[in-house]
């Protein structure tokens, strides 16, 4: 079933790596191809020796060693696998991962990649509970990655708590259930709209508005994680492309429906995330506008609203909405869900602290055109995503448990 998967396991240089040498093993075990990268230190725990032999595949530790398969490894590593687990996860690379350190193998690979990341965290319980790791830990987890764990019990220090990394079982199911997951979606094609479109008024200027892409780029990497194949259509951003997900650029509103509409006939599974602008101004000069001192009237004129002809056109697709509301998020929003003729609309209030345009969070209600609505809590753009993507795949009616 896992044929074809590949996994990197970083093990980092805590008494827990010993286990890594179970997790290596245990993947191996179900046809994972498993690579292995291992910190200075945690080759002083366990030697490379005995996870290359698990793993059957040479073992990385030092950024500048020979290379063993590809020119440029930590990238071609990082670009190959499909996932990523940290275990055992100090909190010295929790902390790294957290701001971008890349100064050894496993850490530059963790930067390079856009592969899932999982982190078992292991450690002291007292260095667990600082406030430095618990503020790591949620930036992680906003980022999206997983953390496993940590479990509770007795630690190697000889204290009692929480820190001691989870079994490799634990850990195995957690990643599997990823690659179960990928089989959800798979066959399906799926097409998003991210960022805020660009409405120009000459060479160097444009009405424009506050979306980063994030929430857009979230549901693309979500839905290419489900297995489904995925297109971007996205607007100015200064994101990367998610691992696997073509990416078509596009600037206007025009611009976005025509590739939009273009591509709309052979999907599965549409979702705007993007936010479009209502409007374009009538003229776009030649030349950049020169001030002379006087009032200026920029005349506007209606762009077509890409969601609306969909939702017009639509057979079987399942189709997602947005609105992104400043006052009577529900009530505008379902107006939008009935007018726009979608199948689930994703209710957002940008006005509340953490949510909406440019935050690494969200807040939103999913609502269903038979009057159900689900309420979720702030959390990360991705995790908002792969909550969708789980309602995705119920709607689509080809998983019976959906992919959350
Ligand atoms: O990109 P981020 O910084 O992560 O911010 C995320 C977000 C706030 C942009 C996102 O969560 C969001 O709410 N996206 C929709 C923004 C929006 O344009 O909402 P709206 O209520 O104006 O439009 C409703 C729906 O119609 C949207 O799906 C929109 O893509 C679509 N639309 C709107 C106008 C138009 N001309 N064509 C459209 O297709």
């Known amino acids: 079933m896992f044929a074809g998967k590949?996994?990197?396991?970083?093990?980092?240089?805590?008494?827990?790596?010993?286990k890594a040498a179970e997790v290596v093993s245990r993947l191996r075990k179900l046809n994972i191809e498993v690579h292995v990268a291992m910190t200075k230190s945690a080759a002083e725990f366990i030697a490379p020796l005995t996870l290359q032999s698990l793993s059957a595949n040479p073992v990385y530790v030092d950024l500048f060693d020979e290379p063993k398969l590809w020119n440029v490894e930590h990238i071609a590593l990082a670009e190959h696998v499909d996932a990523v687990i940290v275990a055992p996860a100090t909190a010295n690379i929790l902390a790294k991962m957290a701001t971008g350190i890349?100064?050894?193998?496993?850490?530059?690979?963790?930067?390079?990649t856009r592969a899932p990341i999982y982190a078992a965290p292991a450690m002291n319980h007292a260095?667990?509970?600082?406030?430095?790791?618990?503020?790591?830990?949620?930036?992680?987890k906003e980022r999206g990655i997983k953390i496993i764990g940590p479990g509770t019990g007795f630690q190697a220090c000889g204290t009692e708590g929480d820190g001691r990394m989870s079994e490799a079982v634990e850990i195995v199911e957690t990643i599997t259930q990823l690659f179960s997951k990928s089989e959800c979606l798979k066959g399906k094609r799926?097409?998003?709209?991210?960022?805020?479109t660009q409405e120009p008024l000459d060479p160097v200027r444009y009405l424009g508005n506050r979306s980063s892409?994030?929430?857009?780029y979230a549901v693309a990497q979500a839905l290419q994680e489900a297995g489904a194949e995925t297109i971007l259509v996205s607007a100015?951003?200064?994101?990367?492309?998610p691992h696997g997900v073509s990416r078509m650029s596009v600037q206007t509103a025009l611009e976005m429906y025509d590739a939009v509409l273009a591509n709309f006939p052979n999907m599965d599974v549409i979702v705007k995330a993007a936010a479009v602008a209502d409007y374009r101004p009538a003229t776009r000069a030649e030349q950049k506008i020169k001030k002379d001192g006087t009032n200026r009237t920029i005349e506007l004129v209606p762009?077509?609203?890409?969601?609306?002809?969909?939702?017009r056109r639509k057979t079987s697709q399942v189709l997602i909405g947005f609105a992104a509301e400043t006052e009577n998020l529900l009530v505008n929003a379902q107006e939008k869900m009935h007018r726009k003729n979608v199948?689930?609309?994703?209710?957002?209030?940008?006005?509340?602290p953490g949510a909406g345009f440019g935050s690494p969070t969200n807040t939103v209600s999913f609502l269903f055109p038979d009057g159900r609505r689900i309420d979720f809590p702030q959390m990360s753009k991705l995790e908002v995503a792969r909550n969708l993507v789980g309602e995705i795949a119920n709607l689509l009616g080809d998983c019976n448990k959906g992919v959350k």
């Open 343 to 352: 199948n689930l609309l994703v209710a957002n209030d940008v006005t509340k």
């Open 127 to 140: 260095m667990y509970h600082h406030p430095a790791t618990q503020e790591n830990l949620t930036r992680l």
């Open 6 to 18: 590949k996994i990197l396991v970083g093990v980092t240089g805590g008494i827990a790596a010993y």
């Open 213 to 216: 892409g994030r929430m857009g």
């Open 303 to 311: 762009n077509p609203d890409i969601l609306a002809e969909l939702g």
């Open 236 to 241: 100015p951003t200064d994101l990367p492309a």
């Open 102 to 112: 890349a100064d050894d193998f496993l850490s530059t690979v963790l930067l390079a």
């Open 190 to 196: 799926a097409l998003v709209t991210a960022g805020g």
